[in-house]
């Protein structure tokens, strides 16, 4: 009988490790399965939407360079600036990009009105203020809605320098 008892519980121990390890066994296809699901199904849709994002962006470069005004230079502009602490100077050239040919005529015809504008803006900034890269973006916002106050029917689309010195005497 005792014999029997040993048996039946070895059985039944047995039976409680297939079983355990069946489990166990099952998790892991399950786990398995549903990180193969997310993988395929979750995260290829987020690589193919930033994928197309990418070339959102790029076709939206394409048409932001092919929508490109015409250039125009205004010229090069040496002013005092205006430290009280020292004498600085700022030597910068400026180029206007305008949205058509008949824009840029009328440029030519105020040219003198938007060389004093820009001269008698540009006297007013302190070195401090163009030091920065903020600074020279106001600059540009700055020149832009003065030139397109002076043209009746506006007309800049963007300022550009190609030339930005700031001198210490």
């Known amino acids: ?52 994002n990418k070339a959102e962006k790029i076709q939206e470069e394409i048409r932001n360079v092919e929508d490109l005004g015409i250039m125009f230079e205004v010229g090069t502009f040496v002013v005092n600036l205006s430290d009280k602490d020292a004498d600085r100077y700022l030597k910068v050239t400026v180029i206007l990009e305008v949205e058509n040919e008949q824009v840029k005529q009328e440029v030519e015809k105020r040219l003198p009105q938007i060389k004093d504008s820009i001269t008698t803006l540009l006297f007013t900034k302190t070195s401090r203020e163009l030091k920065t890269a903020e600074g020279v973006e106001k600059l540009k916002e ?12 506006g007309g800049v689309k963007n300022v550009y320098f190609t030339d930005f010195v700031i001198q210490t005497a």
């Open 1 to 52: 009988m005792a014999e029997e008892n040993k048996e039946q519980q070895e059985q039944q121990g047995g039976g409680k490790k297939k079983l355990i390890i069946l489990l166990v066994v099952i998790l892991l296809l399950l786990g398995g399965g549903g990180g193969a699901a997310y993988k395929f199904l979750v995260l290829d849709k987020q690589e193919k939407q930033q994928e197309e």
């Open 142 to 153: 700055e020149i832009l809605r003065r030139v397109n106050a002076i043209l009746p029917l």
